[in-house]
């Protein structure tokens, strides 16, 4: 890890203010699902409807989070809403979250889910 001893305390805040912001986003395991989807291409609610199985109104509600958040832009085509995601940094984590977590599934079988997190 770099050394953060020279770092602006007011900087490293608003990073970290940020970069919570982001995990939160993540956090939520239908958001997830959907980012992974669209980091593979830009996708309308339709089809993300279809492959993930997540239903309307929830699939609405967690696409309006992501797009509050800017994690995720859409485009009109007619009547469908195509969305992608408009975030490097979310783009470059979901990378990471994927290797550790899915690539390392491949190798080690099945993962289990562990207990949830509350703070």
């Not at 990073?15 to 989807?37: F, I, S």
């Not at 470059?92 to 979250?97: C, E, G, P, S, T």
């Amino acid at each position: 890890m770099p050394d953060t001893s020279q770092l602006d305390i007011n900087e490293m805040r608003d990073a970290a203010a940020a970069a919570t912001g982001l995990l939160r986003a993540l956090a939520h395991e239908d958001r997830l699902l959907l980012l992974c989807q669209l980091s593979q291409e830009e996708l309308c609610v339709s089809d993300l409807e279809a492959r993930l199985g997540i239903h309307q109104p929830s699939l609405s509600q967690q696409l309006g989070v992501l797009r509050k958040q800017g994690l995720v832009a859409t485009r009109r085509e007619g009547k469908h809403i195509f969305y992608r995601i408009a975030d490097g940094k979310a783009l470059a984590l979901l990378q990471v979250l994927y290797t550790q977590f899915c690539t390392q599934a491949e190798a080690d079988g099945p993962i289990t889910r562990t207990a949830e997190f509350n703070d």
